[in-house]
């Protein structure tokens, strides 16, 4: 099942990764300066392979993937939240050639019908993001994540950790 939301750009949609999209996975591209932040979505589908605690989801604009994320439960989540009932946002990224179209915004604003329709027992999302990577963190804030001040060092250098409650 998807969660849909009609914005001016089209047709926004969430949707559990499904072999069909690869193709366009594949072609996925981001700046050097975004990269060093995140996980491309090959690499993240590869390791869901492997680690079932990982879901991977892809952010649709009418049927086309333009952006994808990873939602994690179990062992790792404990790293960022004493709540039994969080998931972890993990490897957020739009496509090169489809940022600065609000396809990020709208994807995250989904997230809670998302989340509730596919993880009914799940209260809040957590992620960390690089303290460097302010266009990220302000994204985040403006869909409703709250920093509550908690720091924790990640590969390459000091993290905020952020909550949605949901």
């Known amino acids: 099942m998807t969660v849909m939301k009609q914005s001016n750009k089209g047709m926004i949609i969430l949707d559990m990764y499904n072999p069909i999209y690869l193709s366009t996975l594949e072609t996925f591209s981001l700046p050097d300066e ?4 995140t996980g491309m979505p090959l690499e993240m589908i590869k390791l869901a392979k492997e680690d079932h605690s990982r879901n991977p989801i892809v952010i649709l604009n009418h049927n086309n993937p333009v952006g994808f994320f990873v939602l994690q439960n179990g ?12 998931l972890l946002l993990i490897a957020f990224s739009i496509n090169e050639t489809e940022q600065g179209k609000g396809f ?23 992620l960390a993001v690089n303290m460097r990577n302010n266009a990220a963190r302000q994204l985040y804030e403006r869909v409703g994540f709250i920093d509550k001040g908690i720091r924790k060092m990640g590969q390459i250098g000091e993290q905020a950790i952020l909550s949605l409650q949901l």
């Open 104 to 126: 990020a915004k709208d994807g995250l604003q989904l997230l809670d019908k998302f989340v509730k329709q596919h993880f009914p027992t799940i209260n809040e999302i957590v």
């Open 34 to 37: 975004q990269r060093q932040f």
């Open 75 to 86: 062992a790792r989540v404990v790293e960022y939240t004493d709540n039994p009932n969080a």
